[in-house]
Nanobody
């Protein structure tokens, strides 16, 4: 059974920082891309950042220059460093991992709330 466990969410003031972590366990059969998505109330889930198996990052325009994605393949872990947070970053953040068969796995989500 594959599990993605996120941590690091919380409440922060605008301009502050948070670091999200996600650890993947179970038989996922070779992780390819990993990433973070978010869903704000009343909105669709959207891509925040992804990182390929060779470490190439991709960011949504709204977070470029503020967020940094990284991964530790040996630990099956992916991280999201979020700086200069804005109230519009408030959402539930979901970890994603895709295996070599292009099957997607999701975490349960962690709440990030940015107060103005």
């Amino acid at each position: 059974q594959v599990q993605l466990v996120e941590s690091g969410g919380g409440l922060v003031q605008a301009g502050g920082s948070l670091r999200l972590s996600c650890i993947v366990s179970g038989s996922i059969f070779n992780i390819n891309a990993m990433g973070w998505y978010r869903q704000a109330p009343g909105k669709q889930r959207e891509l925040v950042a992804t990182i390929s198996s060779i470490g190439s990052p991709n960011y949504a325009d709204s977070v470029k220059g503020r967020f940094t994605i990284s991964r530790d393949s040996a630990k099956n872990a992916v991280y999201l460093q979020m700086n200069s947070l804005k109230p519009e970053d408030t959402a539930v953040y979901y970890c994603n991992a895709q295996n070599r068969y292009y099957v997607n796995f999701w975490g349960q989500g962690t709440q990030v709330t940015v107060a103005s």
